[in-house]
């Protein structure tokens, strides 16, 4: 079956089209010409062709029973041509004896008149010449006939000489009017009237005869087949005049008129600029230019210069003009525009914006240099009325859209602006020191890369890995042979003796731990309630099953010594125990978890009391099970490894996860700082971690650290590229897992199939990467996603409630000043800023206009040549206030 029909412009229309039976429904005496003949004998080779194939798929007495052509349905019955050079593409849908849709069938197309239209083997039907005649198309013994007439239409009128210029008095010349179809194809002369504006300078005659009277010049008009034209003549010097540009104001990218006086009516011959930026001319004679309005260098609403210049001849004009887009704000309104042009329009009242500058690069090395810049313009050009070129989000204009506030408060009012509160300052810096660290496990994830590398980037196959030498249950008191892995070349056996085996885990001991046992059994049985009755519940809902490599329907958690020797590590799972030996030499053949162990006298790295590593381990096994569940839905789709924000920031999210079920708490709360201190056990890595982000120094708590967050990102640690001023060992934690929360809070719930726990899954098993996981999940653009989840960091209950889970402004706003979002500030008309952003990061502004403000036009450029700015730079707008 052949694909819809095409027009002229590319554009694919739908067709109707009725099928036409094989025989009595040609038009025409179609057997006398030779196209005819050839139709005939294109016929028969195709039904000898349709034939011999369905002898030979069958021997049988009932191959007649196979589909054959039978029938051809076109998608256009008749085709009306208005120029001649005009095209359509015309499609043909065969269908077999019962009516079915028949694949890859050859069709065979032929005119019965080369001389009024032509058509190609696809189905490509042109205009040639006036008149009418049959386009056939066959396939085997079937064909259908569509039929196609060609009727120029006049369109206006082309003139030779044109313009007229005479040199003196009674000097004369004849001026020829031919009519033209759209293609600008000539048609048969009509008769002609003739008209002129100011016979004092030139008089002509009904037969075009133009005779000079005086010095002056003069705009004669003709008029033929209902298409009327203009050209100017000149007596004496001829000149250039510009007599009006139209419409007022001209809006950039739309078309305006220019009409004046001695133009060339060959576009090529004339030099059209606005504000010296040259436009295109789309049509022309020596009255009229008609031009796109080209993009004046981001200028707002003014008035322009327009310069038209003609055979070295020129003139000025003034123009107002006005950028295509003039966007006005209520609170809670934003725009983004990608390529770093942005047009607002004045402002009548005291208000105030939230400006952002993004980076929506994945790479953690990125460092972009940008220059944002501020111009006014005219009061007068201003919008009467309010621009909607989008809907809640995004646009039908690519590279720019429009974005609300999600769910306000208050009823759906804006809430007021928020002072920041440095409240009882929470010792965030202590709790920067002594939680545990698990930046450290970029090595693990780093490792596990490269050993996914070695298998041709494909993971092992999980059913093959339940052979290993932990497949039996382990009992109380059993000792294994456990290696602790260092990747799957290198790592470290230790003795391990089961301590307690429970409903989801067996806990594990390494025999030379320097404090043994590590927990009591009730502290044992009181993790492995934990673990059965919110971790585990929670994590399989949100991220899917475990493969149970080993076949005995428990986790192992081994607290080993060799943790605690480890550098940034608290704990970790390494992907490569889910494959064999073969697969990966260290591999434990299990779903087993490494923790450190209680090391009172620090013997193994910093001293660690039992309380210490009780402590830690519920959030602790919760992050890395999680790891297992994402690695086995990696292996299972047998798919590329996530970013490592991904993993990290998912691990994170799922303590969340589970510390709602702990602390009684819920998604979509806007749970407040009260909540996030209450569960600190649970909540407290994404706030944290945002603090860092933000800028927080816990060595230096009095003294953000300068440029942040823009020249830090979180797609990836300082190893992997991200060499920015914040401290970045956690960077692809805690901000991801809040990204993570957005998306759960605004895609997820009941406006996803399965809510939230289907989302997370989805997110979980996409066979996509990086930002382009959210993309296909939600359906949302990626650059769109960066954009509200920018403006999240600062707007979240100031300016509605954009992270409906959590509310930024009052956590962070009962910390310390310096753990907050702090956006450069300006009260200037015309705002400047210098910055450098990082991959997926922001640069903020806090700008307040004069009152009332000039429409002001804000673009971002390069910084040392002002040049336009890579793709995966975007200028966004919020109004606050």
Request: charged share 20%; proline share 7%.
């Amino acid at each position: 079956m052949y694909s819809s029909q095409e027009g002229k412009d590319g554009m694919r229309r739908p067709g109707g089209g009725g099928s036409l039976g094989a025989k009595g429904s040609r038009a025409g005496p179609l057997e006398a010409s030779s196209d005819m003949l050839s139709l005939s004998l294109v016929r028969r080779a195709a039904a000898f062709t349709s034939v011999t194939a369905l002898v030979a798929c069958s021997e049988s007495p009932t191959a007649d029973l196979a589909p054959q052509p039978t029938t051809i349905e076109l998608s256009a019955p008749a085709v009306t041509f208005a120029a001649l050079g005009d095209t359509v593409t015309v499609t043909a849908t065969v269908r077999d004896q019962n009516g079915q849709a028949m694949e890859d069938v050859p069709v065979t197309w032929v005119t019965a008149s080369q001389t009024v239209a032509s058509v190609t083997d696809g189905g490509l039907v042109t205009a040639t010449g006036a008149g009418s005649t049959t386009v056939t198309a066959v396939a085997g013994d079937a064909d259908a006939s569509l039929s196609v007439a060609v009727i120029q239409v006049p369109v206006r009128l082309r003139f030779a000489p044109d313009p007229v210029t005479l040199v003196e008095p009674e000097d004369t010349v004849t001026v020829a009017a031919t009519i033209v179809d759209a293609n600008d194809n000539p048609m048969p002369p009509e008769p002609v009237t003739w008209s002129v504006d100011s016979a004092q300078y030139v008089e002509v005659s009904q037969n075009g005869l133009v005779t000079a009277i005086a010095d002056g010049r003069a705009v004669i008009t003709a008029t033929s087949a209902g298409v009327s034209g203009e050209l100017a003549a000149f007596v004496g010097d001829a000149v250039v005049v510009i007599g009006s540009v139209s419409p007022s104001p001209m809006v950039v990218g739309s078309e305006a008129i220019i009409r004046g006086l001695g133009f060339s009516p060959n576009a090529a011959e004339n030099d059209v600029r606005l504000d010296g930026i040259p436009a295109q001319i789309t049509l022309a004679s020596s009255v009229e230019l008609r031009i796109v309005v080209p993009e004046a260098d981001c200028r707002p609403p003014r008035e322009g210069e327009v310069t038209v210049e003609a055979r070295e001849m020129s003139d000025t004009a003034s123009a107002a003009v006005r950028p295509e887009f003039l966007d006005s704000f209520e609170v809670g309104e934003g725009v983004y525009v990608i390529g770093g042009c942005l047009h607002m329009d004045a402002g009548s009242s005291d208000e105030r914006y939230l400006v952002g500058i993004l980076s929506a690069s994945e790479v953690p090395s990125s460092l972009t240099p940008a220059r944002l810049a501020a111009r006014t313009g005219s009061r007068v050009l201003a919008s009467p009325a309010r621009a909607t070129d989008g809907g809640r989000v995004g646009s039908t204009v690519p590279g720019r859209g429009r974005f609300l506030a999600p769910v306000m408060p208050s009823g759906g009012a804006p809430a007021p602006l928020r002072a920041d509160r440095a409240g009882p300052a929470l010792d965030l810096g202590r709790l920067v020191a002594s939680r545990p660290d698990r930046s450290g496990e970029v090595e693990i994830r780093a490792a596990e890369r490269a050993w996914l590398e070695s298998l041709g980037g494909v993971g092992p196959a999980l059913a093959g890995a339940r052979a290993g030498p932990l497949r039996a249950p382990p009992a109380l008191g059993d000792t294994l042979d456990i290696t602790v892995p260092d990747g799957c070349e290198e790592g470290t056996a230790v003795r391990a003796i089961v301590r307690h085996v429970g409903q989801s885990a067996a806990f594990l001991e390494d025999v030379e731990n320097p404090v043994r046992p590590a927990f009591s059994v009730d502290q044992y049985r009181d993790l492995d309630e934990d673990l059965t009755q919110s971790t585990l519940q929670v994590l399989t809902e949100y991220f899917g099953d475990f493969a149970d490599v080993d076949d005995n329907d428990l986790v192992l958690v081994l607290l080993t010594k060799e943790v605690n020797e480890r550098e940034n590590l608290a704990g970790f799972v390494f992907s490569g125990d889910l494959g064999t030996p073969q697969q990966c030499a260290n591999s434990n053949q299990a779903e087993i978890f490494y923790g450190f162990a209680p090391d009172t006298a620090g013997v193994h790295g910093d001293p660690r009391t039992r309380a210490d590593v009780l402590a830690a381990y519920p959030s602790l096994i919760t992050h890395e099970l999680t790891h297992i569940l994402q690695f086995t839905a990696i292996f299972s789709r047998q798919g590329p490894v996530k970013s490592t924000w991904e993993l990290e920031g998912g691990a994170t999210l799922a303590e969340q996860l589970v510390g709602y079920v702990v602390q009684g708490d819920g998604p979509r709360l806007n749970l407040g700082g009260a909540e996030w201190d209450a569960g600190r056990e649970w909540y407290n890595d994404w706030v944290v971690d945002m603090a860092l982000y933000f800028g927080f120094d816990p060595d230096e708590p009095t003294v953000p650290r300068p440029n942040a967050p823009e020249r830090c990102s979180w797609v990836g640690l300082e190893s992997q590229g991200n060499t920015g001023p914040c401290e970045n060992r956690r960077a692809v934690y805690g901000v991801p897992s809040t990204l993570l929360r957005y998306v759960l809070d605004q895609y997820g719930g009941l406006n996803y199939p399965g809510g939230d726990e289907a989302l997370m899954k989805e997110l979980t098993t996409s066979p996509y990467s990086g930002i382009e996981t959210l993309e296909r999940a939600t359906g949302e653009n990626g650059i769109v996603l960066l954009v509200q989840f920018g403006a999240t960091l600062w707007a979240d209950d100031r300016v509605g409630n954009w992270l409906l889970s959590w509310d930024i402004a009052d956590i962070f706003g009962g910390l310390r000043p310096e753990t907050q979002l702090r956006p450069y500030v300006r009260t200037d008309a015309t705002p400047t800023l210098d910055v450098s952003v990082r991959a997926a990061s922001n640069a903020y502004l806090l700008w307040t206009p004069p009152a009332p403000h000039d429409p002001t036009s804000l673009r971002i450029r390069t910084q040392v040549d002002d040049e336009p700015l890579p793709e995966h730079m975007a200028l966004w707008v919020l109004r606050i206030q």
